[in-house]
């Protein structure tokens, strides 16, 4: 017999008691609309990036903020009516939910298949052992000892009610990241990342505003930037440099008054210690070599100082030029506009 699994997926934001703890509890509760436990992983991923975006939940999974409880049954293929309901609880990252469902499937579809009778119960997921295991049975409603909470009268919103706060609500991830696409000609991966967190997206558009443009805002943003909040567990707004620091930084880039490796030290230093990369780069010097004067009367030494590197790149082999650039750069203390060296170097080999 082969059956086909559907989740009722139930996610909460929160396991915090308001009776015990005044915290309030907000439970969504989601239809039999799901069929595999990698849609229900993705379904509370989008879920939780929702809520974060607009400012309900911090969706901190370490603390408790952001739980779930997954229930699920089997039926067989084509079958109209549901199977038993089996709820699974003690999950605690988005990776488990999907284990203990996959977990779940494999086990109610061996009891299926032998000719066995599923029974409606609450089952816990265990990591270490990667499996669930019966925690009690429900068998009727009265079971779950579900009442009315006499302090708590019933809440009644009208439609006009829920409009308003609907114009209220920020734009929405995946909205925001085809806009992205469509404003800044980023691509779909690109647009995702930098729309991951609203505190991404926000800083992503401030740097734009700022003058950054918007593919160099990208790159920066979702690579080295990315890199050092990491490492530091600290947010570009949090950090020393800030967002207006950054602009000012890719701002230099942009404009070619300094190197990409220039600005990656200068990324480094300033990230936590924050600074003035303007004033920095003049007071230390750090320039960029753009003088084309300058730079092919080092080019020229280079290949002076290495011919057998340059009669191999004469010869085809097109790996030797990196010694020679090297070479240039070395000169110019790391300074050299690389890409117009390597343009000079080859003109001049070329020739030769």
């Not at 400012?55 to 049954?73: H, M, P, Q, T």
């Not at 038993?84 to 109610?108: C, D, G, P, T």
Request: glycine share 8%.
């Amino acid at each position: 017999m082969h059956h086909a699994g559907d989740v009722l997926q139930s996610a909460t934001s929160s396991l915090i008691d308001l009776n015990r703890c005044g915290v309030p509890l907000m439970e969504i509760v989601g239809e039999p609309d799901l069929r595999t436990p990698e849609a229900a992983r993705e379904y509370l991923v989008r879920l939780r990036q929702i809520l974060t975006y607009i400012g309900v939940n911090d969706g901190n999974l370490e603390k408790g903020s952001f739980r779930c409880d997954a229930n699920i049954s089997l039926r067989p293929r084509g079958a109209r009516e549901l199977g038993v309901k089996v709820e699974v609880k003690n999950m605690n990252s988005f990776r488990a939910v999907q284990r203990a469902l996959e977990s779940e499937i494999e086990r109610q579809t061996d009891v299926l298949d032998a000719g066995g009778a599923l029974l409606q119960e609450t089952r816990g997921w265990v990591e270490a052992q990667g499996r669930t295991i019966s925690q009690r049975s429900k068998e009727q409603a009265h079971d779950y000892r579900y009442f009315p909470e006499p302090d708590l009268p019933p809440l009644r919103l009208d439609a006009a009610f829920v409009e308003r706060v609907r114009a209220q609500l920020p734009e929405l991830p995946e909205a925001r990241a085809h806009r992205f696409q469509e404003q800044y000609g980023l691509t779909v991966y690109d647009a995702a990342v930098l729309t991951d967190t609203r505190d991404d997206a926000d800083t992503y558009e401030a740097l734009v505003v700022a003058g950054v443009p918007a593919k160099l805002a990208a790159n920066w943003q979702s690579g080295d930037v990315a890199a050092l909040a990491n490492e530091h567990r600290m947010a570009l707004r949090h950090s020393g440099l800030g967002v207006d620091g950054l602009a000012s930084l890719l701002r230099l880039v942009d404009a070619g008054t300094i190197n990409g490796p220039t600005a990656k030290e200068l990324l480094a230093e300033l990230y936590v210690a924050g600074g003035n990369p303007e004033a920095l780069v003049r007071d230390r010097g750090l320039a960029q070599v753009s003088d084309t004067t300058e730079l092919t009367a080092l080019v020229d030494a280079a290949i002076a100082a290495n011919p057998a590197a340059a009669a191999d790149f004469r010869a085809g082999k097109q790996q030797a030029l990196g010694q020679l650039m090297r070479a240039v750069k070395d000169a110019t203390g790391g300074k050299a506009d690389m890409p117009l060296v390597n343009r000079l170097l080859r003109d001049r080999l070329l020739e030769q």
